[in-house]
């Protein structure tokens, strides 16, 4: 089945640091990819749609010069989050679906990025 | 934001009964997706039910969806001690092409 792979798996670093996650495709080509936020014993909480050779969408209420998402090719979106700080801390996780699929079918969710800022 | 709401929050069940969970949304749907997340982990896709559906199996598992009520169930038949997880359901509206997740049930099995 579609494979998405995400890294790295946990990330921890000082306050004042930018930490870069990745989101790859590894099986299939993805025009959009997603990026989502979830706290503890939560549901997630979409950030930003990525789509390949353009700017992202992102959800009301999300910094966009906070979190910067790049999408420059069909296997691979980043997240950048600038400058972090305590408060960012959670776990985020990208989902891909592939190019020819339309919204009837599954995302492929990674396994998702769990980020502490000290 | 999130739309849909689920519930039970929680539920605790000993191995080998069934475990229903449901989820309610609010605005007209394309299709739904139940989805399951182990602890520290990303999402697995489950079912996906189209709003012209009502019923839909895999397994173990069988999804309804009435879009009357605006309300779906996910039913998991003699559940394992491996069902332990937290399971979501999502919707896609007509015109996006983004999930919109509910608040999840987390699913305890007992062995």
């Known amino acids: 089945g579609a494979v998405v792979s995400q890294h790295p798996s946990r990330v921890i670093c000082k306050s004042g640091t930018s930490v870069k996650i990745e989101c790859r495709s590894l099986?299939?080509?993805?025009?959009?990819m997603f990026w989502y936020r979830q706290f503890p014993k939560q549901s997630l909480m979409l950030m930003a749609t990525?789509?390949?050779?353009?700017?992202?969408?992102?959800e009301q209420g999300v910094e966009k010069d906070k979190f910067l998402i790049n999408h420059a090719s069909l296997t691979l979106s980043t997240l950048t989050v600038t400058s972090a700080h305590p408060e960012d801390s959670s776990f985020y996780i990208c989902?891909?679906?592939?190019?020819?699929?339309?919204?009837?079918?599954?995302?492929?969710f990674g396994d998702g990025t769990r980020l502490s800022i000290l | 934001s999130q739309q849909g709401e689920e519930d039970p929050q929680a539920l605790s069940i000993q191995e080998g009964e069934n475990a229903t969970m449901n989820c309610s949304y609010k605005?007209?749907?394309?299709?739904l997706q139940w989805y399951r997340q182990n602890s520290g982990r990303g999402l697995v896709h489950l079912i996906l039910?189209?709003?012209?559906?009502r019923e839909k199996h895999s397994g173990r598992l069988r999804v309804t969806l009435d879009t009357s009520k605006k309300s779906s169930s996910l039913l998991i038949t003699a559940s394992r001690a491996a069902d332990t997880a937290s399971y979501f359901c999502?919707?896609?509206?007509?015109?996006?092409?983004?999930?919109?997740f509910g608040a999840g049930t987390i699913l305890r099995v007992k062995s």
């Open positions: 990525s789509n390949e050779g353009s700017k992202a969408t992102y």
């Open positions: 989902s891909a679906r592939f190019y020819r699929d339309g919204s009837n079918q599954p995302q492929h």
């Open positions: 605005t007209s749907i394309n299709n």
């Open positions: 999502a919707t896609v509206g007509f015109y996006g092409n983004k999930l919109v």
């Open positions: 099986d299939f080509q993805a025009t959009t």
């Open positions: 039910i189209r709003s012209n559906e």
